[in-house]
């Protein structure tokens, strides 16, 4: 009786079991209430009223403030649902990785920032209205600058969700396409120079956040390409 619940006539899973094979990808995108529910909670823990550490560094002094740094910074989240949309309807292997993988990456970021309160500083942002300009770009600046807090910062989400999103398109068959490549390549770099061009991060941030995103791309992906090769150097042997 009991098999006969979990399977059909033809041997196919029943029940929550059939259920769970067919959607489980729609699944993991449950996660993200959770995560943004987390976020929130440390984003009011972890501010400036309380000790954290300054992720700014002598260098950070070099580099100028461009408003229309804004519109990459802005493709951020465009750009990993553009992702995730097109593996939902092309690999479902590769959308579980890369839903494993944005999971990975923004708990242990935002775990860490709870840890280790971090932070630019006061000033860190310029003015907007002492530039002596007003456009489009600094309304956006300043909308930003009102919605995130300068606390939270290392390592840097934007540049995490970026190699996500280039992790994403490596695992699928897009890769196939030199050109549509290089130019994710090139939005996903432009998003990661956005981060301090507009000054919502320091250097640091961004290199801590491309070491983060490495180490966790190698946790998802790196297990199965070394299946994959194991499997073809037995092949090779035994053919």
């Given at each position: 009786m009991?098999?006969?619940?979990?399977?059909?006539?033809?041997?196919?899973?029943?029940?929550?079991r059939a259920v769970w094979k067919k959607y489980r990808n729609y699944f993991t995108l449950l996660y993200l209430p959770f995560y943004l529910a987390a976020f929130f909670l440390v984003e009011r823990i972890v501010t400036d009223d309380v000790p954290f550490l300054s992720t700014v560094l002598p260098v950070d002094a070099y580099i100028p403030f461009c408003?229309?740094?804004?519109?990459?910074?802005?493709?951020?989240?465009?750009l990993m649902v553009i992702v995730g949309l097109y593996l939902l309807f092309t690999d479902d292997k590769a959308l579980a990785r890369y839903m494993r993988f944005l999971a990975l990456g923004f708990f242990s970021t935002i775990l860490f920032c709870?840890?280790?309160?971090?932070?630019?500083?006061?000033?860190f942002r310029p003015d907007l209205e002492a530039l002596g300009r007003s456009n489009i770009a600094t309304?956006?600046?300043g909308a930003i600058y009102a919605a995130d807090t300068y606390t939270n910062v290392l390592p840097s989400i934007h540049v995490v969700g970026s190699f996500m999103s280039l992790f994403g398109f490596l695992d699928s068959k897009i890769r196939k396409n030199k050109t549509l490549l290089v130019l994710i390549s090139i939005l996903a770099a432009l998003i990661v120079a956005s981060t301090v061009l507009v000054k919502q991060h320091a250097v640091i941030d961004i290199v801590v956040g491309i070491v983060?995103?490495?180490?966790?791309?190698?946790?998802?992906?790196l297990p199965g390409l070394l299946r994959k090769r194991k499997a073809k150097k037995e092949a090779e042997a035994n053919g």
């Open positions: 009991k098999s006969e619940k979990l399977l059909d006539a033809g041997g196919s899973p029943t029940g929550f408003e229309w740094a804004i519109v990459p910074y802005m493709l951020w989240f465009p709870f840890l280790v309160p971090n932070g630019t500083a006061p000033g309304k956006m600046c983060w995103s490495l180490a966790d791309g190698a946790i998802i992906y």
